[in-house]
T-cell receptor, first 113, second 114 residues
């Protein structure tokens, strides 16, 4: 059963804490992406990675960090520097850098208490 | 220039009716236009997509109409069903810093009345 999994589904964080959101795919896709979704807004790109050990900032990277040590995994860390982290976070993947179609995971809802 | 404007924000349609959602863009470098369907608490799922060399694409009850000169594209849902009630996002994509970057519209919340 191929797809993208994200965990946890819900995450609560106290102010000042770093948290890491997991994203795993078994589609053998090269490219992976992290988006943030806020109510009434479209999805905004945080970070993307085209290949292992390489990643680039998107439009709203401040306060976030990522790693890509394995092809199937692209974890996102929300640091204490992110001023307004409460949001729905979506991970996506694409076959490779030359392929348009992106497939999304089920999302993680992060709430800062 | 990187915006995609989507309308309406919300839409209520009777069962069996036609739902129409519109998007407009400015950047002529966009070359791929997908539509995503999202149910509450779930990730978006690709519904249908079109490239600018085609003016219309139909898949089942879903049709994309594309007007390159007007820089507009729309999603038509024929014979709308209560199960179609969801949020729909349009997007536009082009090659950016070595990857295909998506710019999303702000979404349309569709409710189909039984």
């Amino acid at each position: 059963d191929g797809g993208i999994t994200q965990s946890p589904k819900y995450l609560f964080r106290k102010e000042g804490q770093n948290v890491t959101l997991s994203c795993e795919q078994n589609l053998n896709h090269d490219a992976m992406y992290w988006y943030r979704q806020d109510p009434g807004q479209g999805l905004r790109l945080i970070y993307y990675s085209q290949i292992v050990n390489d990643f680039q900032k998107g439009d709203i990277a401040e306060g976030y960090s990522v790693s890509r040590e394995k092809k199937e995994s692209f974890p996102l860390t929300v640091t204490s520097a992110q001023k307004n982290p409460t949001a729905f976070y979506l991970c996506a993947s694409s076959r490779d850098r030359d392929y348009n179609e992106q497939f999304f995971g089920p999302g993680t809802r992060l709430t800062v208490l | 220039q990187q915006q995609v404007k989507q309308s309406p924000q919300s839409l209520i349609v009777q069962k069996g009716g036609i739902s129409i959602i519109n998007c407009a863009y400015e950047n002529t470098a966009f070359d791929y236009f997908p539509w995503y369907q999202q149910f509450p608490g779930k990730g978006p799922a690709l519904l249908i997509a079109i490239r600018p060399d085609v003016s219309e694409k139909k898949e089942g009850r879903f049709t994309i109409s594309f007007n390159k000169s007007a820089k507009q594209f729309s999603l038509h849902i024929m014979d709308s069903q209560p199960g179609d009630s969801a949020t729909y996002f349009c997007a536009a994509s082009n090659l950016w810093r070595g990857t295909y970057k998506y710019i999303f519209g702000t979404g349309t919340r569709l409710k189909v009345l039984a």
